[in-house]
């Protein structure tokens, strides 16, 4: 039965539980409310359950281990709560799971780590928190995607998650979780998106495995306390002092580092404020001369005009009258160019007397 991305609406009816023979029930992207009944999981023949996309609530029922033939269980994208029922553990051919978008509560029950046929695994975005168990080590037939990002899961994440050597997409960004990465996971070959973003990891990203051919910035590495390594973007990894011989030359060695940038930092302070105080004489000169040029400039306005500066200005460009300044002469006297010490030239007539 598939009925996804319609209308459907309302709930589900137990009598979903008397269809026997039922391997397939697919209403995806409807509207479905109400609780999951338990009778769904007595079909001994289902294999295919997909709700997800719609709105269902309450808890998942525990008779969800009653379904030993599911391989495909999506229940993503309700408003699901209460704790992951550690009947999971009974679904031995599970190859797809998927909780994700929901607000589920509580730890991963350990039990899920009897899901030894799952091939992709999403318990992201809900409300989960504890450590992540070991258990889901345990998942070696894991491969295409484990994703526990979006919860509250908190301490360090399990060195057993190594042990994934098929997995290809592993997300346990947006927890708490602390401490360093495991080295377990640099040796995981198949693994070609990792993101660990916004945790409080710590410690050294070393240039092996996943990161050998990659560059960390291609990896949600960032948001992390403490992370260093040799990659852009990161800063470096401090060297104990206790890794040298222990002499007063170690010391130096870490002392004169502080002291050079100290007296680098000063003096490019010293810098600034000799370019600081240059760029301010220069900008007051240039404002007396504009001001000085503005004065030139109107000589002859009325605001600034003084007959006798500009009769010796003119005296003064001219030489006097002299005829090499001559440009023209006309029947009421000669026409002399005077160029001013400001660049203005006029034209000067000297009348003939009568």
Same mark, same amino acid.
């Given at each position: 039965?598939?009925?996804?991305?319609n209308?459907v609406?309302?709930g589900l009816?137990?009598?979903w539980?008397?269809?026997k023979?039922?391997?397939?029930l697919?209403?995806?992207?409807?509207?479905?409310?109400?609780n =999951?009944?338990?009778?769904?999981?007595h079909?001994?023949q289902?294999?295919?359950?997909d709700?997800?996309s719609?709105?269902?609530?309450?808890?998942?029922?525990?008779?969800?281990?009653?379904?030993?033939?599911?391989?495909?269980?999506?229940?993503?994208?309700?408003?699901?709560?209460?704790?992951?029922?550690?009947?999971i553990?009974?679904?031995?051919?599970?190859?797809?799971?998927?909780?994700s978008?929901?607000?589920?509560?509580?730890?991963?029950?350990?039990?899920?780590?009897?899901?030894?046929n799952?091939?992709?695994?999403?318990?992201?975005?809900?409300h989960?928190?504890g450590?992540?168990?070991?258990?889901?080590?345990?998942?070696?037939?894991?491969q295409?995607?484990?994703?526990?990002?979006y919860?509250?899961?908190? #301490?360090?994440i399990?060195?057993?998650?190594g042990?994934?050597?098929?997995?290809?997409?592993?997300?346990?960004?947006?927890?708490?979780?602390s #401490?360093?990465i495991?080295d377990?996971?640099?040796?995981?070959?198949?693994?070609?998106?990792?993101?660990l973003?916004?945790?409080?990891?710590?410690?050294?990203?070393?240039?092996d495995g996943i990161?050998?051919?990659n560059?960390?910035?291609?990896y949600d590495?960032?948001?992390?306390?403490?992370?260093?390594?040799?990659?852009? #973007?990161?800063?470096?990894?401090?060297?104990?002092?206790?890794?040298?011989? #222990?002499?007063?030359?170690?010391?130096?060695?870490?002392?004169i580092?502080?002291?050079a940038?100290?007296?680098?930092a000063?003096?490019?302070?010293?810098?600034? *404020?000799d =370019?600081?105080f240059?760029?301010?004489?220069?900008?007051?000169?240039?404002?007396?001369?504009?001001e000085?040029?503005?004065?030139?400039t109107?000589?002859?306005?009325?605001?600034?005009?003084?007959?006798?500066?500009v009769?010796?200005?003119?005296?003064?460009a001219?030489?006097?009258?002299d005829n090499?300044?001559c440009?023209?002469?006309?029947a009421?006297g000669? *026409?002399?160019k005077?160029?001013?010490?400001?660049g203005?030239i006029?034209a000067?007539?000297?009348?003939?007397?009568?």
């Amino acid at each position: 039965m598939d009925f996804i991305y319609n209308k459907v609406e309302g709930g589900l009816s137990p009598k979903w539980g008397s269809c026997k023979k039922l391997q397939l029930l697919k209403m995806a992207g409807n509207s479905i409310k109400g609780n =999951i009944p338990s009778e769904i999981f007595h079909l001994e023949q289902l294999q295919n359950l997909d709700l997800s996309s719609n709105l269902s609530t309450g808890t998942i029922p525990s008779q969800i281990g009653y379904s030993s033939n599911m391989y495909n269980l999506n229940l993503g994208g309700n408003r699901l709560s209460g704790k992951i029922p550690i009947e999971i553990g009974n679904l031995f051919n599970l190859q797809y799971l998927d909780f994700s978008m929901n607000t589920l509560l509580g730890e991963i029950p350990i039990q899920i780590g009897n899901c030894s046929n799952l091939l992709d695994l999403n318990l992201s975005n809900n409300h989960l928190n504890g450590t992540i168990p070991f258990q889901i080590g345990n998942l070696g037939s894991l491969q295409e995607s484990l994703d526990l990002s979006y919860n509250s899961f908190s #301490g360090e994440i399990p060195t057993n998650i190594g042990k994934l050597s098929k997995l290809i997409s592993l997300n346990i960004s947006n927890n708490n979780l602390s #401490g360093s990465i495991p080295d377990e996971i640099f040796g995981m070959l198949s693994l070609s998106n990792l993101n660990l973003c916004y945790n409080h990891l710590e410690g050294n990203i070393p240039k092996d495995g996943i990161f050998e051919f990659n560059s960390c910035n291609s990896y949600d590495l960032s948001i992390n306390q403490g992370r260093c390594g040799n990659f852009q #973007g990161f800063k470096p990894c401090n060297v104990s002092l206790s890794e040298h011989n #222990g002499n007063g030359n170690d010391k130096k060695k870490v002392v004169i580092p502080i002291g050079a940038s100290l007296v680098g930092a000063l003096l490019l302070s010293l810098v600034f *404020v000799d =370019i600081f105080f240059l760029c301010y004489k220069k900008k007051a000169r240039m404002s007396r001369l504009k001001e000085s040029s503005f004065k030139i400039t109107n000589s002859f306005s009325v605001r600034y005009f003084n007959g006798k500066v500009v009769y010796n200005d003119i005296i003064e460009a001219t030489n006097n009258f002299d005829n090499k300044y001559c440009i023209g002469e006309g029947a009421f006297g000669n *026409v002399y160019k005077a160029e001013l010490r400001g660049g203005q030239i006029f034209a000067m007539k000297i009348l003939k007397s009568g």
